[in-house]
């Protein structure tokens, strides 16, 4: 018997009822009668709570979520995904609270339904931060439960069907966002269906001019070969045919965005792209699949180059196909898509090829979209957790394009990663653990530095220390983004260690101005000041003085006290009249930083400035920004250097010289030969017959300084050698 037949006999002909309801339930036949009446349920509800309210075309507004639901039922999603998109807008476009959905239809529901919805209760400082944070609640929803992220591209994807409605500008804003975020998820997922019509839709709105004009050339294109691909698609079905191989033929043309993307990226006109036009073979095993490649490559010849095995080695979002080239007549290329049914199910609608994905298989030999989505899903969490929600977007961002280079384990597993990953983002693909204390890489048993890009087909070993821990310089080369999130997590963790380190120090140095300590300062008194402060523990109040948010004078005379205003970040208070330094030893981290515009090195007479953020950055005496002193003098405090520092400091000089080939080495070569490393040089002013050579050098201390200078100015073309400071 079929229900859904009884169901929509009961249904009336006009009124609210029939904004689309009666085709969704035709399209709904794979479900039971049951479900079918949660269904019509869910629709009730969501016409009632949207009743009386318009699209910007000036349909009913319901019309849109039974189209979103539509989407979802030709993918053969289950009644709780299709019942979600019935009422994903009730939250967020009606009075109806999540509990009220919860109450009537189910906790499983009411979450999806929330998980959708965006943030309209909260405050941002802007626009960028909204979307960013409703992008952020969708995807840690997603991890949570696939199905809002196959809700929401539903109801992107109707979005753009209907954005006619909209004024221009507004177009090109979502059109663009779907092409840089919505489009990529869907790929990422591997739906092509939804993926291929939500950029076609995109590049239409979001550069209408483009598309007219890439549009109207590939149907004139198209036009002139159909004779031509039907000569072709005859030849490729009689030859399988000979073989007695069962398969279905396709002729297709790709969609337009593809090939403009195409062109932009190889920087190449529509004549020159070789695959607008394709064939696609939809054989009934993999062997079939592999004896048809083996035809086509009898029939026409393969250009070099353009073969790829994504059976054996399948994409990360799961898809699997052979792709090859082929010289066609007159040198026409043509490109031949060779896979099985079970491919093509799952290259339309990866993740969502398998309704009952909720099953708890965690075997990697199940249905591969299902698997390496939760895998990617993992890494989202990982992301999440180590940053804002505008930094998060960006991250995902990097990560939501097609994975390009395939290498290998030392154990022969596959690991696929981003064109223009690095070893160390393969570490960090391995395990956070793995890339926080990598050192060195191999890469087919050859030792390379870790930035070092990875190819595909290589074996790549990853070489680590317990004692390790990520060099920020890695954020500049990484691609991937869990390397990046990870490495800035560890960073900030780091810079919080040492900020409260140096908060500790400072507090006590204060605490000495009054012949006290920290270790005099009683439980009570302390607790009174954080108390006051609002502040949870010590730490807080050591971290907030070591990055220079609250002044250690100021606290130390409140703790001193035991009575008064500590006052807010930043006030001005007079410091104690005598105070005695602090000692820096160049091993601090991120908390103590050396001012780029005198550039102060051990020797030095120095002085030290609370920087907001920053922590304390250290100026030379002789600095020009000393002059701030005198506005903000409780800013500053007292430092000297720790005897035997061992390492190397930037320091720059400037070297007038005889404008003549060649000198530039030449000073360079000293340099070396003083045991110096250059950094940096640029040439400052260059005159007929002078230049003068600002270089950026390393160096251990002023003695070290003094070396370098005394080598380079008995030089013949040297006229005058000065270090530099602002």
């Given at each position: 018997m079929d229900y859904g037949v009884l169901l929509l006999n009961r249904l009336p002909l006009v009124g609210r009822w029939n904004h689309g309801l009666r085709q969704l339930l035709a399209r709904l036949d794979y479900l039971p009668q049951e479900q079918l009446e949660h269904i019509t349920a869910a629709y009730d509800f969501s016409a009632s709570a949207h009743e009386g309210?318009?699209?910007?075309?000036?349909?009913?507004?319901?019309?849109?979520?039974?189209?979103?639901?539509?989407?979802?039922?030709?993918?053969?999603?289950?009644?709780q995904t299709i019942a979600a998109a019935l009422l994903h807008d009730v939250i967020e476009d009606t009075p109806t609270a999540k509990d009220q959905i919860q109450k009537q239809f189910g906790a499983e529901i009411a979450g999806l339904v929330d998980g959708v919805s965006k943030l309209d209760q909260l405050s941002f400082t802007s626009r960028a931060e909204a979307q960013a944070e409703s992008f952020r609640k969708m995807m840690l929803a997603m991890v949570a439960d696939i199905r809002v992220i196959l809700v929401k591209l539903a109801d992107r994807l109707h979005n753009m069907q209907t954005l006619d409605a909209l004024p221009p500008e507004k177009r090109r804003r979502i059109a663009r966002e779907t092409l840089e975020v919505y489009a990529p998820i869907a790929n990422r997922l591997g739906i092509n269906s939804i993926k291929t019509e939500l950029e076609d839709l995109g590049f239409r709105h979001g550069y209408p001019f483009r598309y007219r004009v890439l549009d109207k050339a590939v149907r004139r294109a198209e036009g002139n070969q159909r004779q031509f691909l039907k000569r072709i698609e005859d030849r490729l079905e009689k030859a399988l045919g000979e073989a007695g191989i069962d398969g279905k033929l396709m002729g297709r043309k790709k969609h337009l965005y593809s090939i403009y993307r195409k062109m932009i990226r190889k920087n190449r006109s529509l004549s020159e792209i070789a695959d607008v036009f394709a064939f696609r073979l939809i054989m009934s095993s993999v062997d079939d699949c592999y004896r048809a490649l083996g035809i086509v490559h009898q029939l026409y010849k393969p250009m070099p180059g353009k073969f790829k095995d994504y059976i054996a080695i399948p994409r990360v979002n799961g898809y699997q196909s052979l792709h090859t080239v082929l010289a066609g007549p007159n040198g026409i290329p043509i490109e031949v898509q060779i896979r099985t049914e079970q491919m093509d199910r799952i290259a339309e609608n990866g993740i969502a090829s398998h309704w009952k994905y909720k099953e708890n298989d965690t075997e990697r030999g199940g249905l591969p979209p299902q698997a390496?989505?939760?895998?990617?899903?993992?890494?989202?969490?990982e992301i999440q957790a180590a940053a804002d929600s505008e930094e998060f977007l960006e991250h995902v961002?990097?990560?939501?394009?097609?994975?390009?280079?395939?290498?290998?384990?030392?154990?022969?597993?596959?690991?696929?990663?981003?064109?223009?990953?690095?070893?160390?983002?393969?570490?960090?693909?391995?395990?956070?653990?793995?890339?926080?204390?990598?050192?060195?890489?191999?890469?087919?048993?050859?030792?390379?530095?870790?930035?070092?890009?990875?190819?595909?087909?290589?074996?790549?070993?990853?070489?680590?220390?317990?004692?390790?821990?990520?060099?920020?310089?890695?954020?500049?080369?990484v691609v991937t983004a869990k390397a990046r999130a990870a490495i800035r997590q560890f960073l900030r963790n780091l810079q919080q260690n040492e900020a409260r380190e140096l908060g500790r120090r400072l507090l006590d140095q204060s605490l000495r101005d009054f012949r006290s300590s920290l270790r005099r300062i009683s439980r009570e008194q302390m607790q009174a000041l954080l108390d006051e402060l609002g502040l949870n523990n010590t730490n807080e109040l050591f971290e907030q003085i070591g990055l220079g948010e609250r002044l250690a004078p100021v606290v130390a005379r409140v703790l001193q006290a035991g009575a008064g205003?500590?006052?807010?970040?930043?006030?001005?208070?007079?410091?104690?009249?005598?105070?005695?330094?602090?000692t820096i030893a160049g091993t601090e981290g991120m908390v103590v930083s050396y001012a780029r515009c005198c550039h102060p090195i051990p020797g030095d007479p120095v002085m030290g400035y609370l920087s907001a953020g920053r922590g304390v950055v250290i100026h030379r005496n002789v600095?020009?920004?000393?002059?701030?002193?005198?506005?903000?003098?409780?800013?500053?405090?007292?430092?000297?250097?720790?005897?035997?520092?061992?390492?190397?400091?930037?320091?720059?000089?400037?070297?007038?010289?005889?404008?003549?080939?060649?000198?530039?080495?030449?000073?360079?070569?000293?340099?070396?030969?003083?045991?110096?490393?250059i950094e940096q040089v640029s040439v400052d002013e260059r005159l007929e017959d002078t230049a003068a050579l600002v270089f950026s050098i390393l160096v251990r201390d002023r003695k070290h300084l003094a070396q370098v200078i005394k080598s380079i100015r008995p030089m013949p073309m040297v006229k005058k050698v000065v270090r530099t400071c602002a």
């Open positions: 309210q318009k699209r910007h075309s000036g349909e009913a507004y319901i019309t849109h979520p039974v189209a979103v639901a539509s989407i979802l039922a030709q993918l053969k999603l289950d009644y390496r989505a939760r895998e990617w899903l993992a890494s989202i969490s961002k990097v990560d939501l394009f097609p994975d390009k280079v395939y290498v290998f384990t030392p154990k022969g597993d596959i690991l696929r990663l981003p064109r223009g990953s690095t070893c160390v983002d393969l570490a960090y693909a391995v395990h956070t653990d793995v890339g926080n204390r990598c050192v060195a890489a191999k890469i087919d048993r050859r030792l390379v530095p870790l930035r070092t890009q990875l190819n595909s087909g290589e074996t790549v070993e990853i070489i680590t220390a317990k004692s390790a821990r990520p060099n920020p310089a890695w954020v500049n080369f205003e500590a006052g807010e970040p930043g006030e001005t208070v007079p410091a104690p009249g005598r105070s005695s330094p602090i600095c020009g920004n000393l002059g701030e002193f005198r506005k903000q003098p409780h800013k500053w405090i007292p430092v000297n250097w720790e005897p035997g520092i061992d390492r190397d400091f930037s320091v720059e000089i400037r070297v007038d010289v005889e404008n003549k080939p060649g000198v530039l080495a030449e000073v360079a070569a000293r340099i070396g030969d003083a045991n110096s490393n």
